[in-house]
């Protein structure tokens, strides 16, 4: 085994190790296609008020100017998939919501890879991402060899689906890069279109995100949720996961191995009433390591108002 093939497999056999489940390597070259794709998303409003997206342009675009001298983008997926399901009629919480913050329990593995990888192969340039960054985390998979980007912009793997985090690690180590996945598996299939209540899946696998649930009950921050969405979130009160859960690539979901995103008891059984008589005290007790947390108690009161009156 040459030194390229040897450093690829402690890489892939790394990221097994630490409970990623798929990796996938793409050269770290600059992103032509999807340079135009993000610009012209950027251009139709369709970040809505997430201003941070108009951040970083050129970085986000070009791995290079993230991790000088670059050669490889590793990306690594971590299902979050529960079959546990909340009590019936409560107000709905996105299953990646449902057990401890990901960026926590990713970070902290990624950290760890870096270090297990410089143990093995000796001294290497690395950073690893997990959401927040600016980072094309879906073209890099769908570049790895991952899955292909679906209509709803998720992407599915075909043995596994969608409910998979995305992490990505960018170094100057070279390694021999995975085919690009060329298929698209989506066919004539319409479901998430269809399904989505706010019709925010366009043509082309474009996601107007400024008319997405998720971003409504997530990311708008201190500002309320137009009139014109009042019966549209079919009691989704933070997240949305209706394009998920229709999609027939995720009937081979499995539950999660990460013992971290084992649901939370509140999670699972608070009852509407439950939620509405919650005091501040009790929901920063009990959600402090949810990704709940980020839209604080003000937002999750200002959500459930909405999907109530
Ligand atoms: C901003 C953001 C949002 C916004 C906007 C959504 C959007 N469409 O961008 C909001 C708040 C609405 C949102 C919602 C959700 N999000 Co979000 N979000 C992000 C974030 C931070 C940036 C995404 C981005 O750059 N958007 C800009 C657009 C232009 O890029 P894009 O949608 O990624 O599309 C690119 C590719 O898909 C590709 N592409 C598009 N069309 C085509 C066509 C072809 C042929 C090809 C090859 C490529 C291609 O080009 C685009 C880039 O130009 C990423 C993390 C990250 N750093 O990447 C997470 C991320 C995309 N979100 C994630 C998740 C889980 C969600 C939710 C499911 C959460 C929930 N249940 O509520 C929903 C799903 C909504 C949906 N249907 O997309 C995961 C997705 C995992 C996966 N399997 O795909 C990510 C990767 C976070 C993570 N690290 O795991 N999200
Ligand atoms: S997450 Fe919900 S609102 Fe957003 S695109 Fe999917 S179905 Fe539509
Ligand atoms: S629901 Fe159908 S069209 Fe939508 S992403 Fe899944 S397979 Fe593709």
Redesign the pocket.
């Known amino acids: 085994m040459n030194k390229l093939n040897a450093h690829t497999k402690i890489v892939k056999d790394v990221s097994l190790s630490l409970g990623f489940e798929f990796c996938g390597i793409a050269k770290a070259q600059k992103l032509d296609d999807?340079?135009r794709?993000?610009e012209q998303?950027l251009k139709l409003g369709m970040?809505g008020d997430?201003k941070y997206?108009e951040n970083y342009f050129e970085l986000r675009i070009d791995p290079q100017k993230l991790v000088p001298g670059a050669r490889s983008v590793i990306t690594l997926l971590l299902n979050y998939f529960s079959s546990e399901k909340q009590l019936e009629g409560s107000p709905k919480i996105?299953k990646?919501a449902h057990g401890k913050d990901y960026h926590e329990v990713i970070r902290s593995k990624l950290k760890t890879f870096l270090e297990v990888i410089r143990e093995k192969i000796g001294e290497i340039n690395g950073r690893g991402f997990?959401?927040?960054?600016p980072?094309?985390?879906?073209?890099w998979a769908?570049k790895s060899g991952l899955g292909w980007?679906g209509k709803?912009?998720?992407?599915i793997n075909k043995k596994a689906g969608?409910f998979?985090?995305?992490?990505t690690l960018i170094t100057d180590l070279e390694l021999e890069p995975d085919d690009a996945f060329a298929k698209d598996f989506c066919g004539t299939c319409t479901k998430c279109i269809d399904a989505c209540p706010t019709d925010a899946?366009l043509p082309?696998?474009?996601?107007d995100?400024s008319k997405?649930i998720?971003?409504f009950t997530?990311?708008l921050k201190e500002m309320l949720i137009p009139e014109e969405m009042k019966g549209k979130f079919q009691n989704w009160m933070f997240?949305?996961?209706i394009?998920?859960d229709v999609c027939p690539w995720n009937r081979f979901a499995k539950p999660t191995n990460e013992i971290e995103f084992v649901p939370l008891p509140e999670v699972l059984n608070f009852s509407t009433s439950n939620w509405e008589e919650l005091s501040e005290e009790s929901f920063k007790k009990i959600f402090k390591d949810s990704p709940m947390s980020r839209a604080k108690f003000s937002g999750i009161r200002r959500n459930l108002k909405f999907i109530s009156s």
């Open positions: 999807d340079a794709r993000l998303w970040h997430m997206m996105s990646y997990v959401d927040s960054a980072v094309l985390e879906r073209s769908q980007i709803n912009g998720n992407l969608s998979y985090f995305i992490a899946i082309g696998k474009v996601v995100g997405c998720s971003y997530i990311e997240g949305c996961d394009c998920q």
